[in-house]
C-alpha cells in the first residue's frame, strides 16, 4: 500500500488540518509512516508567522530536493501558512515540489477540496475542532489573514454534529480553534457567538471538557466569560494574547484595546472565574519598542502572574503592514536579552504558582505515554506526568501531586475514574 508522511509545524491550525489531511490520504488507500524517505507522498504543512518558523520550513524544503531528485515518483507537496496566493513565484523558488495548496485545503491532486469534513478516523483522546478559518484584524505584525484570507466561521449545528461525532470516535475532550476565536459567528447570517455555541456543546452526551482559543482582548464578551463561569464542561483556561503593556506599542501593532483595558479584563475574569488559569502572548522589540516601553510590558506580566507567557522575539514579516511602514530597529542582541528577561521572569511566576499545587489532589485527563510515564493535562492545562500500569488513555485520573516545577507536575494516581 502506498504510504504517506505530514511535516508539521506551527500553530494548532495546522496540527488539525494536518490530522484531517492524514485521514484524508488513509480514505484514499495510503497509510502513514515516520518515515519521509519511506513516504510515497509527502506534505509539509509550513508556519511563517515567524522568521524562525520559516527558516526551518524553507531548509526542510532544500534537504527535500536532493531527495526528489533520487526518487522523482515521490509526491511532494506543501500548505500551510508559507503558501500565498502567488503559487507561480513559490514553483519557481522551489521546483521539485509537485503541489501547492492553500491551508484547509487538498491538493488538486487529491480532489483539491475543502479540508474541514473529514475526520481523524482514530481521534487522540483531546482533539482540536476547527470553528473558524481565517482572521479579519490585520495586527501590523501579523502574516495570517494574507496567506488564511477573512474570517469564515462554520455553523454552529455542523460543529456541534462534528464534536457529537468525534465523541462517538473516543474523544473526551474539544479544543475549539480559530485565529481569533471571539469573534466566532460576527460573519453568518444569524450572528452566532461563541457563548452559545459552548452552551450547545456542554450538553453533548461524553463529551468531558471543552476548551477554545486563540482569544482577542478586544472581541472577548462578559457572555463568553459567563459561560466559561457557569459551564461544567468549559474548561477555566483563557489564552488572551497582550502582545505589549506600552499603549504606544499596542496602538502601532493596531491592537484595538489599551493596557488599562486589558488589565481590568483580566480582573473582569478573575472576578467570575477564580480558579481559572490565564495565558498570554508577548512580543518583544517591535519596531520603536523603547527600554522603558519594554520594561511597562516586564511590569504589566510581573502584576497580572500568568500561568504560562509566549514570548516571541519581533520579526519582519514582508507583506505586513509593520513590514512596509515600521523600521526594524531593534538590535537583534537587545531583542534576545528583553525576550530572556520575560523568560526569567515567567519561570519565577510559574514556578511558584504550581509550588501552589503541592500535596494537591488534581483532575487529570490522560493523553498518552511519554517514556516510562503517562501524561495528561488538568483542567487548567498544567501538563502532569505519572506512573501506573493501568489503560489510562481517554481516562480522567485522580493524580496527587508531589512534585512541581515551573513546566509540568509529577504525581501519583489517587483514584482513576472512567468517564
Not at 65 to 79: D, I, Q, S
Request: hydrophobic share 35%; with cysteine; charged share 25%.
Amino acid at each position: 500500500m502506498p504510504q504517506y508522511h505530514i511535516w508539521t509545524i506551527g500553530c494548532q491550525m495546522n496540527k488539525a488540518e494536518s490530522e484531517r489531511l492524514g485521514s484524508y490520504l488513509e480514505r484514499l488507500g495510503y497509510v502513514p509512516t515516520d518515515s519521509a524517505e519511506a513516504a510515497d507522498f509527502i506534505v509539509l504543512n509550513s508556519c511563517v508567522v515567524r522568521q524562525s518558523a520559516e527558516s526551518r520550513v524553507v531548509n526542510k524544503l532544500k534537504a527535500l530536493k536532493a531527495f526528489k531528485r533520487l526518487h522523482p515518483e515521490t509526491t511532494v507537496a506543501v500548505t500551510g501558512c508559507l503558501v500565498n496566493s502567488n503559487i507561480n513565484q513559490l514553483r519557481q523558488q522551489f521546483p521539485h515540489v509537485d503541489d501547492f495548496f492553500r491551508p484547509g485545503t487538498y491538493p488538486d491532486r487529491l480532489g483539491g477540496t475543502a479540508g474541514q469534513d473529514v475526520l481523524p478516523q482514530q481521534p487522540s483522546p483531546c482533539t482540536f475542532v476547527p470553528i473558524t478559518q481565517g482572521c479579519d484584524n490585520f495586527c501590523t505584525y501579523c502574516i495570517v489573514p494574507y496567506r488564511r484570507g477573512r474570517q469564515k466561521s462554520r455553523p454552529p449545528g455542523e460543529i456541534a454534529c462534528e464534536v457529537s461525532e468525534l465523541v462517538r470516535r473516543g474523544v473526551k475532550e474539544a479544543t475549539l480553534l480559530g485565529q481569533n476565536v471571539d469573534s466566532y459567528g460576527c460573519d453568518l447570517p444569524e450572528k452566532p457567538d461563541l457563548a452559545g455555541l459552548l452552551y450547545e456543546l456542554n450538553s453533548i452526551e461524553g463529551l468531558a471538557r471543552i476548551r477554545f482559543l486563540t482569544d482577542h482582548p478586544k472581541d472577548m464578551s462578559t457572555r463568553l466569560i459567563e459561560a466559561v463561569a457557569s459551564l461544567d464542561k468549559v474548561c477555566p483556561l483563557i489564552n488572551l494574547p497582550v502582545q505589549a503593556g506600552s499603549d504606544e506599542v499596542l496602538k502601532a501593532m493596531r491592537r484595538g484595546y489599551t493596557a488599562a483595558h486589558y488589565r481590568e479584563l483580566i480582573g473582569q475574569i478573575r472576578a467570575k472565574v477564580p480558579d481559572v488559569a490565564l495565558s498570554t502572548d508577548v512580543i518583544v522589540g517591535f519596531p520603536g519598542e523603547s527600554e522603558t516601553q519594554f520594561e511597562q510590558t516586564a511590569d504589566l506580566l510581573a502584576k497580572l502572574k500568568f500561568d504560562t507567557i509566549h514570548v516571541a522575539a519581533y520579526s519582519v514579516r514582508p507583506g505586513t503592514v509593520a513590514a512596509r511602514e515600521l523600521a526594524d530597529d531593534i538590535p537583534p542582541a537587545e531583542k534576545k536579552r528583553r525576550l530572556d528577561k520575560i523568560e526569567r521572569l515567567q519561570e519565577r511566576i510559574a514556578a511558584e504558582i504550581n509550588a501552589g499545587l503541592l500535596g494537591q489532589t488534581v483532575e487529570v485527563l490522560v493523553e498518552n505515554r511519554k517514556g516510562d510515564k503517562w501524561q495528561g493535562r488538568t483542567r487548567t492545562g498544567k501538563l502532569v506526568f505519572f506512573s501506573g500500569t493501568g489503560d489510562y488513555p481517554g481516562q480522567l485520573v485522580n493524580i496527587k501531586i508531589e512534585k512541581t516545577s515551573p513546566w509540568s507536575l509529577q504525581g501519583r494516581v489517587e483514584h482513576k475514574e472512567a468517564k
